[in-house]
Each structure stands twice: as structure tokens, then as C-alpha cells.
């Protein structure tokens, strides 16, 4: 056994969120011969099945919807679904409650925000800064969102936000974590000067929910949207959430103002008049088997200190990096996320040419990390779940692969 290997065994064995693998289904039959099956690097696109959701699935289709039908919105707390999973979410993220609601996609959720966001922010400001290296959807709707407006969108680096800022600025919409490279952008510095500028600040947790720290409150975000799917483990296409900072609540004025956001909705009235706190951010009915496997998926995180995760999370990293660097041939890798921990999300990026090939490798051979064109392997490491032995593993089996 290799120096890595035995330290791998000896970190694991002291690791105080080992335990929390077991209330993950991680053993699927993998069906090939693989030297590392069952090593799932890639909870950051799509978390793995926490094992309380499949029963839960199944009471609320058999019994809630299929003996208590329409009495369920009631006596199995649908209708309050969005806004009790919201705050079962906002300690993840650093926030007190009523002020996190769940529903729809990230993608809706980003427009709701910066439309809310320009609308605070007032007539004289006109521009709107976005991340210029972010996910596709954040930018396609960035710009959507401007020119509904009559703003003019900007995209620039995070680095460069400070020097972009300005009376014109309106709003700024940033990543936490680059789903490409595993960055991690300084949040409280980002929002201070974004605060010093008479803008408003909006962030995308996609990639840091779930995985490291995130202080809404405590650093003063106005507004923030998240996934589920990705380090929280709610399923493939669970509903997404929304921020809004209470002092802001009552002046957020949604875009999409539908029924399930009126202060009384059943009262079917033709005018509008928005519910206030966190339900504002609602707009339809709620997707409730999706919205009701995420809650159950919350409960893994019970009693698990976001603290506790980080550390871990730094600590399969670090690992990660060092047994690349011992196992890969020099140069047959550029690692693309930084090595300060300040900087470093809860993924490793490595670019190198022919990375399609060697990831479609690497999973035949039971290691799973994605692909982002044109270049990237990117490998997720979820605290809960991932251990340093497989960290250790997989090392080995991608250093076979590119050798
Ligand atoms: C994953 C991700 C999304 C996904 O948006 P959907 O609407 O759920 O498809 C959006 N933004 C970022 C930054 C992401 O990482």
C-alpha cells in the first residue's frame, strides 16, 4: 500500500462526517469491471440519493395524493411547502427565517431577483454588471432582464467589479463559486463595495450552498438565488430557492407576480396586492413530489455543522491535489482552481487537452467526474458522502487514465 493510501485509511477512520455516508445509496451495481466503483466525484451537477427520500416519494404519491388528494394541500402542508423548506435551507446559507422560499428553477429565480433588484435600485441607475465568466443561464437571462428594464448589462470579471462600479450601477449578479474552475469569490468584500456603490447585490449559490459558508445575513446580501440538486441532494431538477433580505421584502416587487405570491390567495380577486416576507417571491403552484423529496433530503443535514463540512471539504481537496500531484506526470495537468484555501470552492478543475476523452475513460473505469467543454475535467468532492480513500483512488485510476 502507497504512503497516500495508508494516510487516506488513517484520515478516514478519524473523519466525524463518516458516518453520514451511510445515509447515502452509493452502492448501484456499476456493471462494468471497474478498478474504482461506486467513486462519485460529481454531487456538484448532481447530488447523490439521500436513502430517506425513496420512502418518503412513496408516501406522499400513495397516501398523501392518493388517499387524502385535494385534502393534502392542507393536512400534509403543501400549500406551506415553499416557505418551510426555505427555512429549513436558510441556516445552509447563513440566513434567519422567513426570508429563503423554494420554488421553480434557478434560471426563473435569477430573473426574478435582478428585475426585483433593478426595481429597488431606482430610475437614475442604468446599468447592470454581470459575471462575465458565469454559467450560460445566468447570462442569458441577465440580458434579458436588461433590456426588459431599459438597462444596459455589462459583463465583467468578478476582479474587475470594484473598478466597474459606479452611480450608474443598478445591480450585480455573482457567482459565489465558478462552476468551471471551482474559484471562490470573496462574498463580503464583493457585496461591501457593491453596498459603497448605492447598488444592489445579488449572488448565485449554486456551487457553495451545501459545501462551505455562505453568511447572507451577516454580510448583508440583498438578494441571492440557489440550487438544490447539486451539493444540497434534492433530486434531478429540484425546485430552486430565493433570498430576499427582510429590510428589502416589503419593496421587492416581483416580475412575476403570480397567484400563489397575493396576499390572499384564495380570495381570486382581479387585483394584485403581494403577500409580504418571503412568500412574495412565489408564483405558481408549487412542484409538490419534487418540493417534498428535497425536504426529505434536507434531513441528512441535521445537526451538521456547515463549519464541519468546509474543513472537510478543504481538507479532500488538499488531498486530492497532493495525490495528483504524486501520481500524474508533470505537466500532463494544469490545475485551474487556486491552491488558496480563501479562493477554492469544494471542486478541482484540471484543463488539459484531450479532457473529453480521458473523463469518458475515467468513468468506465468507475470514477465519476463531468466534462465542460472545450477542456476541463471537474471533479466535485461533497463532504458527506466522499471520503479520502476514494479521493486517494481516484487519483490512481486518473493517473492510469492520462498516462
Ligand atoms: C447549476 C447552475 C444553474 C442551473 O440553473 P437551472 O435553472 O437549475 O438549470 C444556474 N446557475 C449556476 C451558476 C449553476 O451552477
Known sequence: MSELAVRAEKLDAVDELGGKRAEFVLDAASGHAADAAGIYLDGNSLGALPAVVPGRVEDVVRRQWGELRIRSWEESGWWTAPERIGDRIAPL???????????DSTSVNVFKALVGAVRMAGDGRDELLVDATTFPTDGYIAESAARMTGRTLRPVTPAEVPGALGHRTAAVLLNHVDYRTGRLHDLPALTAAV?????????DLCHSAGALP???DEHGVDLAVGCTYKYLNGGPGAPAYLYVRRELQDRFDSPLPGWNSHAEPFGMRSGYEPASGAPRGRVGTPDILSMLALEAALEVWDGVPVEAVRAKSLALTDFFLECVAEYVPEGRVECLTPVAHAERGSQIALRCDDAGEVMKRLIERGVVGDFRAPDVLRFGFTPLYVGFA??????RVLARTLG
Open 390 to 395: 476514494d479521493v486517494e483512488r481516484a487519483a
Open 93 to 103: 446559507v447563513g440566513a434567519a427565517p422567513g426570508q429563503v422560499v423554494v420554488g
Open 214 to 216: 455562505v453568511g447572507l
Open 195 to 203: 453596498h459603497e456603490a448605492g447598488a444592489l447585490a445579488v449572488w
